[in-house]
C-alpha cells in the first residue's frame, strides 16, 4: 500500500502544473472517449520557464503529425456511422515531443474530470471515478510511449501507439495495456539484417542514439549481424539523446563520427535514431560529399525535411524501411474540404493561425515540388501527408470500433451504455479483422501487431517502393533484377574488392573490414575471389592457382646418384660374397671353415647374397611384386644369417667353457640345426602371414604438397615386429659374442660378430625413425642403404676376415695352430691344459 500512496503524491504533485499549460487540446463528447496524443510539434520551448507555462516551438512544427491528428478525428467521425447505439468521442492533446508534458496529458486522460483524486489505480474501489478516457492513441516516439505507458497502466487505459516500435514495449511485465498498429523493432532489425543479405554486404555500419528507440535497436542490429559469418560490422557509433549542434561537445562528436564514416570501409550505413539527430548527420555528409550507401530507419525513411536538403543527392544512395500503408482517398476529400470550407477544430484554427500560406507556393492545385518541407500552402497541404502515421492512426481507432461492436453484440448498446476501460483493453487486445477487405490486423501475445515493412529507395523526385518485409514470413521480398545488380557489384565506393584474380581468394584483413585478394597457397585453387579449394590427394594446382593438374608421381630412378652409389656397392657386395663363397668351397674340409660354422657357412653366404639382390627392389620403381619382395623376403634372408651365427656362436661357448655346470646347461642348446631351424622359423612364420594377410603395396602418398610412390607395409605392426624380432636376435648374438670374446678363439669370430652385430643394431636404431617419418621418395633409400649395410656387416665382420686367412696365412689353417693357441692362452692364464 506504500508504493501506492507514493506514486500517487508524487502524480497529485503533477497536476497543478498541467491546469498552467497552453497548448494545443480538441474534444468532443461521446459515449466511449479516445484520447490522442500527437507531437504537432518537434520539441518545447526551452527559453519559456515551465513552472509558467508549457508552450511548444513554433519553428519546429510538423505538418506530418498534425495530419496525423486530424486523421484520427476523421476516422472516428467515419466509425461513428456505423456503431451501433454508442458514438466515439475523442480528447486530443499537443505533446511537443516532450516526456514530461506527454506524462501530464497521460495524467489529465486517466483522472475523471469531477473526482478530486490525480488517477485511478487497476484495482480502484468500486465507488472511485472512471477515468475520463477509455483508450489512449498515442505517442509517436517510443521514448514517449514508454512514460505514458506507465501511468495509463495504473488504469488498465489501453494505450495504442502508432509509431512506437522500441521492443521495450513489447515487454507485457512492464506494459501490459500498451499495443501498437506498427511491428516491434524486433522485426525492423532483422528486416534490415535481411536487406544486407540479399545485397550481399559485407560490411556494414551502425550509428544509433541513447535513447530508448535507437539504444535497443542498434545492439539488436549488432547481434544479427555477429550471428551472421559473412557481415563484418566495421564500426557501432551511439549518439548523445538531446544531439544539438550549437554544442561544443556534440560538434566533437558528430566531428569525430564523420572522419569515422570517411574512412570507414563499410559498405553500408545504418542510422538508426531519430530524424533530428540523422538531418545533423545527412548535412555533414552533404558537406564532406560523402558518398555512401545508407539505410534508414523508419523514423526518418520518409522524412520529406532530409530528402529534400540542398545538394542531397550527392550522399550516395538511401534505401529506407517504413510502415505498412494505404492512401486514404477519402481522407485527402477531407483535408481538401477543410481547406475550402474553413471548417474546423482547435487543432486546425491553430495551423491557419501559426501557418499561412507560403509566399513561395505555386497556385497550381496539382503542383506542390517547388514548395519547401515545411511549407504548409493550403492548396498543397495533402502532399503533406505521411500516409504510414495515417494509416496506423487509422487503424488504431477501427480497432477500438471493432472491440466496440464486440461488446455491444453482447450488451445491446444504448447511447448510455458505459464500458469500463479495463473492459474495453480485453476485447481490443484480441481483434481479429479484415478492414476494408484489404488490411488484415490482429496483435500477438506482446501486442504487436501482425503488419509489416516497405521497403523503399529515395529517388530525386520522391521515394520509390521496391520491396516488403512480413514479420510472420520472416522473408524479405525484392524484385530479382535489383539483387541482381546490387549483388553483382565487383567494386564498391570504398575500394573494397568484391572479386579477384583467378587464383587468389577474398580474406579479410583484421584490422578492417574490407577484404583483400590473397593468392592461394600451392595445392588449392581459386576461380576467383571464391575460397581457395584443395586440389584432390592425386592433383596438383596450376603456377597460377587457377585449376588442378595431375601430378607427377615422384619415385627413385636409375639415374638419381643416390641409386647410383647404391648399386655400386651392391654390385661390389654381390661380388664379394661370390669371391667368399669360391673360397669357402676350395678351403671346405680346413679348420677355419668348420670353426665359422661349417656347413653353417654356405647357408649364411646364400642368404647374404639373397639380401643383397633383394636390395635392387628397393630401387626400383615400387611395383606390388618388389613391394612383397622387399622387406618381407629380406627379413626372412637376414634371419637365416643370424640364426646361423647364432648357432656358430653357441658351438665356441660350448667348447672352450670348462665350468661343468655352465657347459652342462648350454650343451643341451648346441644342436646347430635345431637352433637354426628354430630361430629361422619363428621370423618365417610372422613373415608369412604378413604376406598372406597384410602384404605390402605400392601406394602414394603427400609431402610438402608432392606425391611421392613407395611401398607401403600393409601392416606397420608386423613390419615392424619383423624388425624387432631381428633386433632381438642381434642383441642376443651380440651379448655371446660379448661373452665369447674372452675365449681363446685363434680366428676371432667372436670379437668380429660382436662388430657386425653392433653396427647392424645402430643402422637400423638410425632407420625406423626415418622411415616412420617417410619423408618423400628418400625413404627408399635409407631401406637400401639399410640392408645393404646390415648384409655388409656380417659379411665383412664374421666371413671375409676368414678369406684373408685362407689366401695369405695358410699357416693359420691347420688343427696343430689352433691347439697350440689354445694351450698358450690357458698356461697364461695358470691352467694346465693336457695334450
Not at 550527392?314 to 529506407?320: A, K, P, R, S, T
Request: aromatic fraction near 10%.
Amino acid at each position: 500500500m506504500w508504493h501506492f500512496l507514493l506514486c500517487f503524491r508524487f502524480l497529485c504533485l503533477l497536476c497543478p502544473l498541467s491546469a498552467t499549460h497552453q497548448a494545443l487540446h480538441a474534444y468532443a463528447p461521446g459515449n466511449i472517449i479516445i484520447g490522442g496524443l500527437f507531437a504537432v510539434h518537434r520539441e518545447r520551448d526551452r527559453t519559456v520557464p515551465s513552472s509558467q507555462h508549457v508552450s511548444c516551438n513554433n519553428k519546429m512544427y510538423n505538418p506530418g503529425m498534425f495530419l496525423a491528428s486530424q486523421m484520427m478525428i476523421f476516422a472516428i467521425n467515419e466509425v461513428n456511422k456505423h456503431l451501433p447505439g454508442v458514438t466515439l468521442g475523442y480528447d486530443i492533446y499537443e505533446t511537443c515531443g516532450d516526456v514530461s508534458l506527454a506524462m501530464r496529458r497521460a495524467l489529465e486522460m486517466s483522472t475523471d474530470k469531477s473526482g478530486p483524486g490525480c488517477f485511478v489505480p487497476q484495482r480502484k474501489p468500486p465507488s472511485a471515478p472512471d477515468p475520463r478516457v477509455q483508450v489512449v492513441i498515442g505517442e509517436a516516439a517510443s521514448e514517449l510511449s514508454i512514460a505514458v505507458a506507465r501511468i495509463l497502466t495504473l488504469s488498465s487505459i489501453a494505450q495504442i501507439s502508432y509509431a512506437s516500435s522500441s521492443e521495450v514495449l513489447s515487454s507485457k511485465t512492464k506494459f501490459p495495456t500498451f499495443l501498437r498498429t506498427v511491428p516491434s523493432d524486433v522485426y525492423q532489425t532483422k528486416a534490415i539484417a535481411e536487406l544486407v543479405k540479399q545485397f550481399k554486404w559485407e560490411s556494414v555500419a551502425i550509428v544509433g542514439s541513447d535513447d530508448e528507440y535507437g539504444k535497443y535497436g542498434s545492439e539488436r542490429l549488432g547481434d544479427h549481424f555477429s550471428a551472421m559469418s559473412n557481415v563484418c560490422l566495421d564500426f557501432k557509433c551511439i549518439l548523445p539523446d538531446n544531439f544539438d549542434y550549437n554544442d561544443n561537445n556534440t560538434r566533437t562528436k558528430l566531428n569525430k563520427l564523420m572522419d569515422t564514416i570517411q574512412k570507414s570501409t563499410a559498405e553500408a550505413i545504418i542510422l538508426f535514431t531519430k530524424t533530428s539527430n540523422v538531418m545533423l548527420v545527412v548535412k555533414e555528409a552533404i558537406r564532406m560529399k560523402l558518398n555512401r550507401t545508407w539505410i534508414a530507419s523508419d523514423s526518418w525513411s520518409t522524412a520529406s525535411s532530409i530528402q529534400e536538403l540542398p545538394g542531397i543527392e550527392v550522399i550516395g544512395q538511401v534505401f529506407g524501411f517504413t510502415f505498412k500503408s494505404q492512401k486514404n482517398e477519402g481522407f485527402k476529400k477531407y483535408v481538401n474540404s477543410m481547406v475550402n470550407n474553413m471548417s474546423s477544430n482547435p487543432f486546425w484554427e491553430y495551423h491557419l493561425l501559426r501557418h499561412p500560406p507560403c509566399s513561395n507556393a505555386t497556385q497550381n492545385a496539382t503542383d506542390c515540388s517547388r514548395t519547401g518541407p515545411n511549407c504548409t500552402e493550403m492548396r498543397c497541404l495533402e502532399h503533406g501527408i505521411s500516409w504510414e502515421k495515417t494509416f496506423s492512426v487509422h487503424m488504431a481507432v477501427e480497432v477500438v470500433a471493432q472491440a466496440l461492436k464486440i461488446l455491444c453484440d453482447g450488451k445491446h448498446c444504448q447511447q448510455n451504455t458505459k464500458f469500463t476501460a479495463e473492459e474495453l483493453f480485453n476485447e481490443i487486445k484480441i481483434v481479429n479483422f479484415t478492414v476494408d477487405n484489404k488490411t488484415y490486423i490482429t496483435f500477438d501475445e506482446h501486442g504487436d501487431s501482425n503488419l509489416g515493412y516497405d521497403i523503399i529507395k529515395w529517388q530525386s523526385n520522391g521515394f520509390q517502393h521496391i520491396g516488403e518485409y512480413w514479420p510472420k514470413e520472416k522473408k524479405i521480398h525484392l524484385p530479382e533484377p535489383l539483387v541482381s545488380k546490387m549483388s553483382n557489384i565487383t567494386v564498391t565506393a570504398f575500394s573494397c574488392y568484391r572479386t579477384c584474380p583467378p587464383g587468389h581468394e577474398l580474406k579479410l584483413n583484421r584490422s578492417y573490414c574490407c577484404k583483400r585478394c590473397d593468392r592461394c597457397v600451392e595445392g588449392h585453387i581459386s576461380t576467383g575471389g571464391e575460397p581457395c579449394k584443395k586440389c584432390e590427394n592425386d592433383k596438383n594446382s596450376s603456377p597460377e592457382n587457377d585449376r588442378c593438374l595431375n601430378k607427377t608421381i615422384n619415385y627413385l630412378r636409375w639415374k638419381d646418384p643416390f641409386i647410383i652409389g647404391l648399386c655400386f656397392f651392391n654390385i661390389l657386395g654381390i661380388v664379394i660374397t661370390i669371391f667368399v663363397v669360391v673360397i669357402f668351397v676350395l678351403n671346405r674340409g680346413t679348420p677355419i671353415v668348420k670353426a665359422v660354422g661349417g656347413y653353417l657357412a654356405f647357408l649364411e653366404l646364400f642368404s647374404l647374397l639373397v639380401c643383397f639382390c633383394l636390395s635392387f627392389t628397393f630401387m626400383l620403381k615400387p611395383t606390388k611384386a618388389s613391394c612383397m619382395s622387399g622387406m618381407p623376403l629380406f627379413g626372412i634372408a637376414i634371419t637365416l644369417c643370424v640364426s646361423c651365427i647364432m648357432a656358430n656362436l653357441l658351438q665356441i661357448l660350448v667348447g672352450f667353457n670348462f665350468s661343468q655346470h655352465i657347459q652342462g646347461r648350454i650343451k643341451r642348446f648346441n644342436h646347430p640345426t635345431a637352433v637354426v631351424a628354430i630361430v629361422f622359423g619363428v621370423q618365417l612364420v610372422l613373415c608369412s602371414v604378413w604376406l598372406a594377410f597384410y602384404p605390402p603395396y605400392p601406394n602414394t602418398f603427400l609431402r610438402n604438397n608432392k606425391m611421392f610412390l613407395t611401398c607401403d607395409p600393409g601392416s606397420t605392426n608386423l613390419y615392424l615386429g619383423m624388425l624387432g624380432y631381428l633386433t632381438l636376435l642381434a642383441i642376443v648374438c651380440f651379448l655371446f659374442a660379448f661373452k665369447g670374446k674372452r675365449l681363446p678363439d685363434l680366428y676371432k669370430n667372436a670379437s668380429f660378430v660382436a662388430i657386425g652385430m653392433l653396427l647392424s643394431l645402430v643402422v637400423w636404431i638410425v632407420f625406423i625413425p626415418v622411415y616412420l617419418q617417410r619423408s618423400g621418395r628418400y625413404t627408399q633409400v635409407t631401406e637400401a642403404a639399410a640392408v645393404i649395410i646390415t648384409s655388409y656387416s656380417m659379411l665383412c665382420c664374421h666371413l671375409v676376415p676368414k678369406c684373408g686367412i685362407m689366401v695369405w696365412r695358410k699357416e693359420l689353417n691347420h688343427e696343430k695352430a689352433i691347439l697350440d693357441y689354445i694351450k698358450d692362452h690357458y698356461e697364461q692364464k695358470g691352467i694346465n691344459v693336457l695334450q
